[in-house]
């Protein structure tokens, strides 16, 4: 078919945003106020379907016009046909008339794997292109490649169920495409870190196969970008997918978590260094792991320092809403204003890229180690603050409160069956919290850790812990004294 000049109508994306499950929206008055028309994407055949990239530009009406979040552009890649499919039903989203390309069918293009196949074909093109990039000037869509893998364009696609705030889909056991829906000017941390990783061949991510940019043609100041270089912001780029490594056979780190707990529970007479499912040798090869990936990150990205002073302001600043929010912190709060006291007296903190979003469901345990995925940050900060320079403390803090979390989700399902156990599980749940965060973090430091180191930390920990605890009084109250734990543990002198 030819290819079309319009798109569908801004209703149609309002009823289909609502559907889906990586629309940050939900739950917020929004209305859809344009959709542009990105391009099509290159690699299709005779019969097969054009696959044009639209951006939906949401706008709120809870917000002012000032807001930061006050307009959002999510990316919608649709599949067009000239007929009906029926195979596709289920991922309609519009069906509309074009005035070059007639009667249109649009469906949601991961759903398709003829669609995604252009995709591929279009990735395999770009790594036989100069410089690895296959660049159409008329859209400004342009697929880039790093050297060292051949694509399996027989390969058939598979798209990831799951709540997430973008779509993945694999190819074959060969391929993983990460589609970004909520998109921003820039370049990601996802594409920036695995791309330098990469390229410098580290171990402990899933290598980068390449990338797909678009250059607003209002904007192209910026025009094109290295995703090696950790000095390049990108311009007026927007990156709308990467391809990477596919761990098939990789266990999640949560999962196995889970596991480890219950084991040890089926096992009440043992501790947990004694239970076959011990899950220290992990959280001390994972530590090992995170440490190696931060010293890389330290060395191929800039690096500078922050006022302990500034750090603890901006910890306390958050601190007033979230009291508001949770009204179980009150009473740590002389506590946790203590502890942010302390950062104050730290003098210069050092910075640098970090993961910023780490918990046990961003790693992988593969046959010959820890992965750690997902560099993208939080998904609801805004790329701008996603790209700030942090302390690699965060993310030892994120992860130590998800070995937190871990035993105590096992508690509350196996408290449905057997709810006399509770004391045992309890004790139990504590003791394999605590060593797997004391192995993590002695292998994470090499050795014990300052008093400096240890300040830092435990300001990063009961932040951490203070979100949480908005996070669970607003979604699930009977956890929130999961989070409010840890704060009067941390938070005390």
């Given at each position: 078919?030819?290819?079309?000049?319009?798109?569908?109508?801004?209703?149609?994306?309002?009823?289909?945003?609502?559907?889906?499950?990586?629309?940050?929206?939900?739950?917020?008055?929004?209305?859809?106020?344009?959709?542009?028309?990105?391009?099509?994407?290159?690699?299709?055949?005779?019969?097969?379907?054009?696959?044009?990239?639209?951006?939906?530009?949401?706008?709120?009406?809870?917000?002012?016009?000032?807001?930061?979040?006050?307009?959002?552009?999510?990316?919608?890649?649709?599949?067009?046909?000239?007929?009906?499919?029926?195979?596709?039903?289920?991922?309609?989203?519009?069906?509309?008339?074009?005035?070059?390309?007639?009667?249109?069918?649009?469906?949601?293009?991961?759903?398709?794997?003829?669609?995604?196949?252009?995709?591929?074909?279009?990735?395999?093109?770009?790594?036989?292109?100069?410089?690895?990039?296959?660049?159409?000037?008329?859209?400004?869509?342009?697929?880039?490649?790093?050297?060292?893998?051949?694509?399996?364009?027989?390969?058939?696609?598979?798209?990831?169920?799951?709540?997430?705030?973008?779509?993945?889909?694999?190819?074959?056991?060969?391929?993983?495409?990460?589609?970004?829906?909520?998109?921003?000017?820039?370049?990601?941390?996802?594409?920036?870190?695995?791309?330098?990783?990469?390229?410098?061949?580290?171990?402990?991510?899933?290598?980068?196969?390449?990338?797909?940019?678009?250059?607003?043609?209002?904007?192209?100041?910026?025009?094109?970008?290295?995703?090696?270089?950790?000095?390049?912001?990108?311009?007026?780029?927007?990156?709308?997918?990467?391809?990477?490594?596919?761990l098939r056979t990789a266990s999640d780190g949560w999962d196995l978590a889970l596991s480890s707990v219950r084991d040890l529970f089926r096992q009440p007479e043992l501790h947990a260094s004694e239970a076959g499912g011990d899950f220290a040798g992990e959280a001390t090869r994972l530590g090992r792991t995170l440490r190696e990936v931060h010293l890389l990150m330290a060395e191929h990205f800039p690096t500078a320092t922050v006022r302990g002073a500034d750090l603890a302001g901006?910890?306390?600043?958050?601190?007033?809403?979230?009291?508001?929010?949770?009204?179980?912190?009150?009473?740590?709060?002389?506590?946790?204003?203590?502890?942010?006291?302390?950062?104050?007296?730290?003098?210069?903190?050092?910075?640098?890229?970090?993961?910023?979003?780490?918990?046990?469901?961003?790693?992988?345990?593969?046959?010959?180690?820890?992965?750690?995925?997902?560099?993208?940050?939080e998904p609801a900060k805004p790329l701008a603050e996603r790209l700030l320079p942090d302390s690699p403390w965060r993310d030892v803090a994120g992860m130590l409160r998800s070995f937190d979390y871990a035993p105590r989700v096992v508690e509350r399902t196996w408290a449905e069956d057997d709810p006399d156990g509770a004391d045992v599980r309890a004790r139990k749940a504590a003791e394999w919290a605590n060593r797997s965060k004391n192995h993590f973090l002695y292998a994470y430091?090499?050795?014990?850790?300052?008093?400096?180191?240890?300040?830092?930390?435990?300001?990063?920990?009961?932040?951490?812990?203070?979100?949480?605890?908005?996070?669970?009084?607003?979604?699930?109250?009977?956890?929130?004294?999961?989070?409010?734990?840890?704060?009067?543990?941390?938070?005390?002198?």
């Open positions: 078919m030819n290819d079309p000049t319009s798109t569908p109508d801004p209703q149609v994306f309002v009823d289909y945003l609502g559907r889906t499950r990586w629309f940050g929206g939900k739950g917020r008055p929004f209305a859809v106020t344009g959709v542009r028309r990105v391009g099509t994407v290159p690699g299709s055949v005779p019969g097969g379907p054009v696959v044009l990239l639209c951006l939906a530009e949401v706008t709120y009406d809870d917000v002012g016009d000032d807001a930061a979040d006050k307009v959002e552009h999510y990316q919608v890649p649709l599949a067009l046909y000239p007929e009906p499919q029926q195979r596709l039903e289920h991922a309609l989203v519009a069906t509309w008339d074009d005035p070059a390309a007639g009667r249109v069918h649009g469906y949601d293009a991961l759903h398709d794997r003829e669609a995604m196949a252009c995709w591929l074909r279009s990735f395999d093109r770009a790594g036989g292109e100069p410089g690895g990039n296959l660049v159409d000037e008329a859209s400004s869509l342009a697929f880039h490649r790093l050297p060292g893998h051949d694509l399996d364009l027989e390969s058939h696609s598979t798209l990831f169920s799951g709540e997430q705030s973008n779509s993945s889909v694999a190819f074959g056991e060969d391929a993983l495409m990460k589609v970004f829906r909520k998109v921003a000017p820039g370049v990601t941390p996802d594409v920036r870190v695995h791309g330098v990783l990469s390229r410098v061949g580290s171990p402990d991510v899933a290598a980068l196969y390449g990338w797909l940019d678009w250059v607003d043609p209002e904007q192209r100041a910026g025009d094109r970008h290295d995703a090696d270089d950790p000095a390049d912001t990108g311009g007026g780029v927007m990156q709308l997918a990467m391809l990477q490594q596919f901006t910890m306390a600043g958050r601190l007033p809403a979230a009291l508001a929010a949770a009204p179980g912190l009150e009473e740590h709060r002389a506590s946790l204003e203590a502890l942010f006291t302390r950062v104050r007296e730290l003098g210069e903190v050092p910075v640098t890229r970090i993961h910023g979003d780490l918990h046990l469901g961003q790693t992988l345990r593969t046959a010959l180690g820890w992965k750690i995925v997902d560099f993208e940050g430091a090499d050795g014990d850790i300052g008093d400096e180191q240890r300040t830092l930390l435990d300001a990063y920990v009961a932040d951490k812990a203070v979100y949480e605890t908005v996070y669970e009084t607003r979604n699930r109250p009977t956890w929130v004294d999961i989070p409010l734990q840890a704060v009067a543990e941390i938070g005390a002198p």
